[in-house]
């Protein structure tokens, strides 16, 4: 009897459960739920310390998982759906009462996943949301919520792994990064053959500058999907700078894989680093277009700027940069390069060019009419964010008649706001120039080394304006060593010391050129009547040495098998003055001669050339002011050798140092 009532209780048990678990379904799946919902705000608020609210219906549906196995298949999940639903702003925020407002809200639920406090939900369906973001200067932000209002984070979990958004509003008031944006979400017509199905469209400002941008995405954001692209197009423009791109994204909330085409152009690549963060030159405007390839891992993340192609100015770009999230710095790394490069596009690099191209590009209009050296500072409050490794090759050089650069070869170098230049090489005139400049940010005022060296410059393309010397044979070397502190080329010339030193040996030269030299008006009659002739050059040995900016000779002296040229005063490079005296002595006679000096004075911009008031002169005054007038071009010569080559001229040398003679101050005669 006992026995038998067992099995019975058992089955009555049993019975008595389905029938409570029959009646719990029936009474959720007929249960108004609209009920629920001040219980439902209540949660929600003390959750996220905000007030939270469902104003519109809520309605709840059950469904069995499709993705799930075995046992868990049995387990239905809830089906949600709300409508004008609002969750209040922070107490601090100025962007209106409410940080979301959602028309309608509909996500499914994995229940089991509540067990370990992670919210999972697989699909969230949003329409008509407005979401108002706002971030403080001190780096408070709006959309951090904090568990019963406090200030520690919640210990819940959301796992979102699927968003989709039909229409809506994302407002951004950001003074950390001075942004103040606005996107407008609305569905395209049809989700088209490459994926779109929303289209949006952005304005607003960034750090004061108007921003505005369109584009196109997937209507589907699958957060979690490694394997899926999320297709990506748009167009920003910010201010006078543009980027394009188009691609996909793969696992958006990592950002674990970016391909995309990227173009980018603008009045300056300086103007990238408030987008970017990467340090970039100044530069006249550019436009490039290359494949962006990216991705982020534990250890940060590489991006890849391929087979880029471009112009910068007039002239034409390509290369290769990568990059590399590390720390303490991030790095750029690459190569780039130029097969047609114009000179007068890397003026912008040290301020040196005009004060309309600075208007084109940004930057204030500060080079004084009267002033030949650039006194535009350098921005070095950039340079500690990042480290650089990049080389660079200009393969072929436009430039001014007057300039005889050919080609130009870079590796730059930046670390801890230590920019080097190890080497910097041109070709000049037939020869090279090879340099080491290093420029240390970490100090202010900068502090600058330069050593510098020059081999085999051809006397006749050094100086091509000059008619006299087209005839002319030789050649010039030599080496500079020189340290300075400043934020500009004209502080740390004007700042400068060291020496600079050039010598020339086994040429010819112009004898119309040495006859005017000395002033000898018969033989320039007769050469400019009857033609010029080539004169045998012994030697040309200059030493400056270079104090706080002024360059005072200790030597310069020309020799030839008719005359001695000595040239002796300084070249004051902060002031930008010249006083040079120029003494010919003649080795033989002279139909006639004038027995005054020739001088060199007045300023760079204006230098004011006697006794002769004739072309020849003022052309040799240029010539000698020119290391000044165009440090970049014509100090490259000054220069010091002492190699075998240049043996021959030490005895001159030695001699013109044992009797020196004393320059002029600028602006005396």
């Keep these: 009897m006992k026995s038998s009532m067992f099995p019975r209780a058992v089955g009555w048990g ?87 407002e959602i028309r309608q809200l509909t996500f499914s639920l994995n229940p089991l996943p509540l067990l370990n406090h992670t919210i999972r939900i697989p699909t969230l369906e949003l329409a008509g949301p407005v979401l108002s973001l706002e971030r403080t200067a001190d780096g408070k932000n709006n959309w951090t919520l904090a568990a019963g209002g406090g200030a520690e984070p919640s210990s819940w979990k959301l796992d979102l792994q699927r968003l989709v958004l039909s229409q809506g509003t994302v407002k951004l008031a950001d003074a950390t990064a001075r942004l103040d944006l606005k996107v407008d979400i609305d569905s395209l017509p049809a989700e088209s053959a490459e994926g779109y199905g929303i289209g949006w469209k952005l304005g607003g400002t960034f750090r004061q500058t108007p921003v505005q941008g369109s584009g196109k995405a997937g209507a589907v954001l699958s957060l979690q999907q490694d394997t899926k ?111 047609q490069l114009r000179l007068e596009d890397l003026a912008p690099l040290i301020g040196a060019d005009s004060n309309a191209s600075k208007a084109k590009r940004g930057a204030p209009a500060v080079q004084p009419a009267g002033k030949v050296l650039p006194v535009e500072k350098f921005d070095t409050a950039s340079w500690g964010s990042i480290d650089a490794d990049v080389k660079f090759a200009g393969r072929k050089i436009f430039h001014a008649k007057d300039l005889p650069i050919d080609s130009l070869v870079a590796d730059l170098h930046l670390k801890d706001s230590v920019l ?135 030597s310069f002296v020309l020799d030839t098998d008719e005359s001695v040229v000595n040239v002796s005063g300084l070249i004051d490079l902060s002031k930008e003055q010249l006083a040079l005296e120029i003494q010919p002595r003649n080795k033989a006679l002279r139909v006639l001669s004038l027995r005054s000096p020739l001088y060199v004075q007045g300023t760079f911009k204006n230098p004011d050339v006697g006794v002769d008031k004739g072309a020849v002169a003022l052309k040799l005054g240029s010539a000698i002011a020119l290391g000044a007038v165009a440090p970049a071009a014509a100090l490259l010569p000054l220069l010091n050798m002492g190699s075998q080559e240049f043996a021959q001229c030490a005895p001159l040398e030695a001699a013109a140092r044992q009797k020196p003679k004393a320059g002029k101050q600028p602006g005396a005669r």
Excluded at 24 to 38: G, T
Excluded at 255 to 263: E, S, T, V
Excluded at 452 to 481: C, H, M, N, W, Y
Excluded at 527 to 544: I, K, P, Y
């Design 420 to 554: 080097s230049l190890t080497p910097l090489s041109f070709g000049v005139a037939g020869g090279t120039v090879a340099a080491t400049v290093k420029l240390d940010g970490r100090q202010d005022p900068i502090r600058a080394n330069l050593q510098l060296s020059a081999r085999r410059l051809r006397i006749k393309e050094l100086f091509p304006t000059l008619d006299t010397l087209q005839a002319s044979l030789g050649e010039v070397g030599g080496d500079a060593a020189l340290s300075a502190s400043g934020n500009s080329v004209a502080a740390l010339l004007g700042t400068s010391n060291g020496e600079v030193k050039a010598l020339v040996s086994k040429g010819t030269v112009s004898k119309f050129l040495l006859e005017a030299m000395g002033l000898n008006i018969g033989s320039v009659v007769a050469t400019q009547l009857f033609g010029d002739r080539q004169v045998q050059l012994n030697c040309l040995a200059s030493d400056f040495k270079v104090t706080q900016g002024v360059m005072q000779t200790r």
């Design 14 to 100: 049993l019975l008595l459960l389905s029938a409570l678990a029959a009646l719990c379904i029936a009474v959720l799946l007929s249960f108004d739920w609209n009920r629920a919902r001040p219980w439902i705000n209540q949660r929600v608020s003390e959750a996220t310390g905000r007030p939270f609210a469902i104003r519109g219906d809520l309605a709840l549906q059950w469904s069995s998982p499709e993705a799930e196995t075995g046992w868990r298949r049995w387990v239905p999940w809830p089906r949600l759906s709300a409508q004008d639903i609002t969750l209040g702003n922070a107490d601090w925020g100025k962007t209106g009462p409410h940080l979301a």
């Design 229 to 339: 692209p999320y297709p990506l197009q748009a167009g920003v423009q910010v201010g006078a700078t543009r980027i394009d791109i188009a691609g996909t994204l793969t696992k958006p909330d990592a950002l674990a894989a970016l391909d995309l085409r990227l173009k980018l152009s603008g009045a300056s690549m300086a103007h990238l680093y408030p987008i970017t963060g990467i340090t970039l030159p100044n530069t006249p405007p550019f436009s490039t277009e290359g494949h962006l390839v990216g991705k982020l891992d534990k250890a940060g993340g590489r991006w890849l700027y391929e087979n880029f192609k471009g112009r910068v100015g007039a002239s034409d770009i390509a290369g290769t940069l990568e990059y590399v999230s590390q720390q303490p710095r991030p790095l750029l790394r690459g190569q780039v390069q130029s097969n």
